[in-house]
């Protein structure tokens, strides 16, 4: 069974920094560009971050550069996305999903065939 699990959200306050994991199992991650997506209340959801199958590109959000970063190990089919500094509008369900991409990856959620249930982040004080 193909399955993405997240982990690491929660609450924290403005200025504080988590660390999100996401795991695959029943396919292997090496295969797979991976991106991290949010959707906070209303609002649409939107790409995040995403890392090539390689690990050698890697692409973010204007609003998250010098804040966040993504990284890969393929070893442990996992998936990080480490957060600084987070601020209020950080706050959204975040959720990772896969994706055949070559040589690269796309904060485009279309393209994307595995998703996970999502972990909440909330950025208050």
């Known amino acids: 069974q193909v399955q993405l699990v997240e982990s690491g959200g929660g609450l924290v306050q403005p200025g504080g920094s988590l660390r999100l994991s996401c795991v695959a199992s029943?396919?292997?991650?090496?295969?797979?560009?991976i991106g991290w997506f949010r959707q906070a209340p209303g609002k649409e959801r939107e790409g995040v971050s995403c890392?090539?199958?390689?690990?050698?590109?890697?692409t973010y959000l204007d609003s998250v550069k010098g804040r966040v970063t993504i990284s890969r190990d393929n070893a442990k089919n996992t998936v990080y996305l480490q957060m600084n500094s987070q601020k209020p509008e950080d706050t959204a369900v975040y959720y990772c999903?896969?994706?055949?991409?070559?040589?690269?990856?796309?904060?485009?959620?279309?393209?994307?065939?595995?998703w996970g249930q999502g972990t909440q982040v909330t950025v208050s004080s």
């Open positions: 029943g396919f292997t991650l090496d295969s797979y560009s």
């Open positions: 890392i090539s199958q390689s690990g050698r590109v890697t």
């Open positions: 999903a896969a994706a055949q991409i070559r040589n690269g990856c796309t904060l485009l959620w279309g393209p994307y065939d595995y």
